[in-house]
């Protein structure tokens, strides 16, 4: 057995006496592996590039990703061979809901660039229209993708005086839509109409670089775009040349293409653009959680029973 460490998840592989794990720390990305043995039969990983970790361990029988995304693994190769995957769905649902809110409002009432003002000098004297933004109450606030995080960003934005959720999808959810009033309307019509757009979709072939110059160019100057999914649903040179032109009003992006984004990337000259380094779930409880339940995924696959969370593939 193979782990990439965790204090939880390998606290608790030790109580169940695996006593036959070895540990690593470090990042695997596509192109840049940390040394490891050849002969892993399980593998706990985190949020990396593994398209080679089916190459280069050939007795690999089960993945186990702190995640609730897969789009990092080879998954057509993983389901030829039979590989069983756990994943970490719902117990990140509040954290990523959480952030996504307080993502929203930093952007749309521009608090990173206040605080640079505070330290920087430019708070002066008192001026009617300096650092104002953009407020939800008696908004329109656009969701794509309506599941478990889309439904809680929704929950928590309704508070705020929100007048009208819209939301776009792979089909109408009026069971979950209910509790909001949300109405299910095709991808332009969100676009044109929300002053808020939340991505919180997962990424497939039909949601990549969805929001493009098309989408940005029906948007309101006014509106803000913000996104919690996955970086390859935006076209990233889109969004900055609508950023950059006033076709809208700001961004605030927890994920990106690639990821960690370079620090000379466009994106980062922006004021009126906010990038966080992907920290959706990133509080001490949820990690905990999700450590725990990806060392009980990987404990069931070794076992050969059903793992808590299996990727059906």
């Known amino acids: 057995m193979l782990v990439?460490?965790?204090?939880?998840?390998?606290?608790?592989?030790?109580?169940?006496?695996?006593?036959?794990?070895?540990?690593?720390?470090?990042?695997?990305?596509?192109?840049?592996?940390?040394?490891?043995?050849?002969?892993?039969?399980?593998?706990?990983?985190?949020?990396?590039?593994?398209?080679?970790?089916?190459?280069?361990?050939?007795?690999?029988?089960?993945?186990?990703?702190?995640?609730?995304?897969?789009?990092?693994?080879?998954?057509?190769?993983?389901?030829?061979?039979?590989?069983?995957?756990?994943?970490?769905?719902?117990?990140?649902?509040?954290?990523?809901?959480?952030?996504?809110?307080?993502?929203?409002?930093?952007?749309?009432?521009?608090?990173?660039?206040?605080?640079?003002?505070?330290?920087?000098?430019?708070?002066?004297?008192?001026?009617?229209?300096?650092?104002?933004?953009?407020?939800?109450?008696d908004s329109t606030v656009g969701i794509i993708g309506l599941g478990r995080i889309g439904q809680a960003v929704a929950r928590r934005l309704k508070p705020f005086g929100v007048r009208k959720f819209l939301y776009t999808g792979s089909g109408p959810k009026p069971e979950s839509a209910a509790?909001?009033?949300?109405?299910?309307?095709?991808?332009?019509?969100?676009a044109e109409e929300s002053d808020f757009v939340v991505v919180t979709c997962a990424l497939t072939p039909a949601t990549q670089g969805m929001c493009n110059k098309d989408f940005f160019g029906r948007m309101k100057k006014t509106s803000v775009f913000v996104n919690t999914s996955r970086g390859a649903v935006?076209?990233?040179?889109?969004?900055?040349?609508?950023?950059?032109?006033?076709?809208?009003?700001?961004?605030?992006?927890?994920?990106?293409?690639?990821?960690?984004?370079?620090?000379?990337?466009?994106?980062l000259s922006l004021k009126n653009c906010v990038i966080l380094p992907h920290i959706g779930s990133a509080t001490y409880a949820t990690r905990s959680t999700m450590a725990v339940l990806a060392a009980n995924n990987l404990l069931a696959g070794l076992r050969g029973e059903p793992m808590p969370h299996e990727l059906k593939l």
């Open 234 to 267: 935006v076209n990233q040179e889109d969004l900055y040349n609508a950023l950059a032109s006033g076709q809208i009003a700001a961004a605030g992006l927890d994920v990106t293409t690639p990821e960690p984004l370079p620090t000379d990337h466009p994106l």
């Open 179 to 190: 509790e909001f009033g949300a109405e299910f309307v095709p991808l332009t019509r969100l």
């Open 4 to 137: 990439v460490r965790h204090d939880k998840g390998k606290s608790h592989l030790e109580q169940q006496n695996e006593s036959h794990m070895q540990q690593y720390s470090g990042v695997c990305t596509s192109n840049s592996m940390f040394p490891l043995p050849t002969n892993v039969l399980s593998l706990p990983v985190c949020l990396c590039s593994f398209q080679e970790t089916t190459q280069l361990w050939p007795d690999l029988k089960v993945i186990s990703t702190l995640s609730v995304g897969f789009d990092h693994l080879a998954l057509d190769e993983i389901k030829k061979r039979g590989i069983r995957v756990g994943y970490t769905p719902d117990v990140l649902t509040d954290a990523t809901a959480e952030l996504s809110v307080a993502l929203l409002l930093s952007t749309c009432r521009r608090l990173p660039e206040a605080a640079e003002q505070v330290k920087s000098g430019g708070w002066t004297t008192w001026k009617p229209l300096w650092m104002c933004g953009y407020g939800l109450s």
